[in-house]
């Protein structure tokens, strides 16, 4: 059963310049209990839909397109609906940007159990049950974020994002900030989550932590998804140039050959142009190119490229 269909997904930010296309036309789908990884380069759109599924867009709007949770349409709900019935309980968030995540001026306590009691719950047990599975003691409790270092503020949000036991959990750059220690406990509890049937969507430029928890991978490039498929497709048999290229650039530990940078920029997503907008740093570009690729597709999903028409 579709736990998640994002269909022809447009989100835009308005600026002085005009709009900032930072979500085009873009489409996958979640079965309950499976995971995607995001990837891609900053500012290519990752966080953006993050946000938009979690509908805590600042700034910006969904111009267009639909987001399901099972058969509902969270978009048709007013903010009151969303907030009582998928907020937390339906769909969580783990941010990354920790500090921004945690208010200055009220303890962990303070704002675990606010979340708990906003939802006409107060369970003291599963804050601390929930505290030690992220690695940290229930002292933290009584601390305020500043008393925190950054590793531990990103565990507490990571606590908070499960405090209701979400069916679909977003977590942007989850392991930001944490040692490797801190890192595999933290993915080996995400292992665990998931046998327990929930999903997730990893927004990461770690390829090896996406690797770790998910099924599919998505890359997206200049806000579109150019490429989706399972994880062994992407990573073994990559179509797209950019996806190619995106591999050659990850150092690999024993190998002599040293990793190739992608040359060039991404375009402006002011209005972009029409065309394939990997085209300018893309070694395979033709004439073709100039017009917008077709989804093609293929045994795993699909990718967005001429060279598959």
Known sequence: MTLLSIANLNVVYPTEKGLVRAVQNLSFNIENGESVGIVGESGCGKTTLGLSIIRTISGGKIESGDISIGDKS??????????????????????????????????????????LKEHASNDDDLIRTLLSKVGLDESVLAKYPHELSGGMKQRVVIAMALLLKPKLIIADEPTTALDVLVQSQILNLFKSLKKQGVSFVVI??????????????????????????????????????????????????????????????????????????FAPRCPDVMKKCEMDPNYTKNESGYVRCWLYE
């Open 74 to 115: 969270i978009l048709d709900l007013t903010d009151l609906e969303f907030d009582s019935k998928f907020r937390w309980k339906i769909i969580s968030m783990i941010f990354q940007g920790a500090m921004n995540s945690l208010d200055p001026v009220y303890t962990v306590y303070d704002q675990l159990s606010g979340i």
């Open 204 to 277: 990461s430029h770690d390829l090896g932590v996406i690797s770790e928890i998910c099924e599919k991978i998505g890359i997206m490039y200049a806000g579109e998804m150019i490429e989706f498929g399972t994880s062994e497709q992407i990573l073994k048999n990559p179509k797209h140039p950019y996806t190619k290229a995106l591999l050659r650039s990850i150092p690999k530990l024993g190998l002599s050959e040293k990793p190739n940078f992608i040359a060039g920029e991404p375009p402006s997503l002011i209005e972009p142009k029409v065309g394939c907008r």
